[in-house]
T-cell receptor
């Protein structure tokens, strides 16, 4: 199983809503990532978790709150987002250390209205 | 900080033409190098990767890339493109700190 599964595939939320994006993998990877991709732009790293601990936060606003409840799951909690936060949110996973490739999920397309 | 540059932002080719997309990176240490493809409306797919060894790596769908350490480059090539290769192509570099950084992307359009 080399899949990274993200839910939901599409999400529309108001600026006062609270929602969560979910990501799951069963490849035994101990590093998980959130990326944000705006239209016609490359993915931009938001957060990295290694061994369920947050290791990298790329100065992401606090209205985005990541959580890694166990080695297979990664959540991104959203609160008080702005329309400019509308984007494709990608989850990825990989091994930690050594040579590895990242496996990406299909993403959640988020629209903030 | 690590950076990845893709010099061609848009490329338009006719079918059967040869393709070469440039990628340069700035990190001086040991790196892993990747090319990803994103077809319209779809997710990122790995085309090929370089970890070590033979600097010429072959990927899926007839793509290959050459790692030239002295030039900090990892250019993507395909001898004969097809209409179905129309997509956005991203070069990515991973450093020892577990960070995967993407280049700005190259949008390829292949005319039938």
């Amino acid at each position: 199983d080399t899949e990274v599964t993200q839910t939901p595939k599409h999400l529309v939320m108001g600026m006062t809503n609270k929602k969560s994006l979910k990501c799951e993998q069963h490849m035994g990877h101990r590093a998980m990532y959130w990326y944000k991709q705006k239209a016609k732009k490359p993915p931009e790293l938001m957060f990295v978790y290694s061994y369920e601990k947050l290791s990298i936060n790329e100065s992401v606003p606090s209205r985005f709150s990541p959580e890694c409840p166990n080695s297979s799951l990664l959540n991104l909690h959203l609160h008080a987002l702005q329309p400019e936060d509308s984007a494709l949110y990608l989850c990825a996973s990989s091994q930690v250390g050594g040579d590895w490739e990242a496996f990406f999920g299909q993403g959640t397309r988020l629209t903030v209205v | 900080a690590q950076s990845v540059s893709q010099h061609n932002h848009h490329v338009i080719l006719s079918e059967a033409a040869s393709l070469e997309l440039g990628c340069n990176y700035s990190y001086g240490g040991t790196v892993n190098l990747f090319w990803y493809v994103q077809y319209p409306g779809q997710h990122l797919q790995l085309l090929l990767k370089y970890f070590s060894g033979d600097p010429l790596v072959k990927g899926i769908k007839g793509f290959e890339a050459e790692f030239i350490k002295s030039k900090f480059s990892f250019n993507l090539r395909k001898p004969s493109v097809q209409w179905s290769d129309t997509a956005e192509y991203f070069c990515a570099v991973r450093n020892a700190g577990n960070m995967l950084t993407f280049g700005g992307g190259t949008r390829l359009m292949v005319k039938p």
